[in-house]
Nanobody, 118 residues
Framework: EVQLVESGGGLVQPGESLRLSCAAS????????MSWVRQAPGKQRELVAF???????TYADSVSGRFTIARDNTKDTVFLQMNSLKPEDTAVYYC????????????WGQGTQVTVSS
């Protein structure tokens, strides 16, 4: 059974940091693109960042320079370090796994809420 389990979300103030984790199981993690996707209330889903099997990273313009995606293939885990958080970063963050294209994930996690508010 495939599982993607996110953790690390919470409530923080603007300017603070959070680190999200996503533990994967049930598929060959090292062969997949791993992504973080967020969805805010009333807004379209946004691909925030993804990392290839070869650890090449790509970021949305909205988070570039503030967020860092990384993967640990020995632990089948992907991370999202989020610094200098802004209220507009508030959303549910989902971990996703894609075999061929980050825009077409094969598997999704259940999501973790990130709220940035003073």
């Amino acid at each position: 059974e495939v599982q993607l389990v996110e953790s690390g979300g919470g409530l923080v103030q603007p300017g603070e940091s959070l680190r999200l984790s996503c533990a994967a199981s049930g598929f060959t993690f090292s062969s997949y693109y791993m992504s973080w996707v967020r969805q805010a209330p009333g807004k379209q889903r946004e691909l925030v960042a993804f990392i290839s099997s070869g650890a090449i990273t790509t970021y949305a313009d909205s988070v570039s320079g503030r967020f860092t995606i990384a993967r640990d293939n020995t632990k089948d885990t992907v991370f999202l370090q989020m610094n200098s958080l802004k209220p507009e970063d508030t959303a549910v963050y989902y971990c996703a796994a894609a075999r061929t294209s980050p825009s077409a994930p094969n598997y999704w996690g259940q999501g973790t809420q990130v709220t940035v508010s003073s």
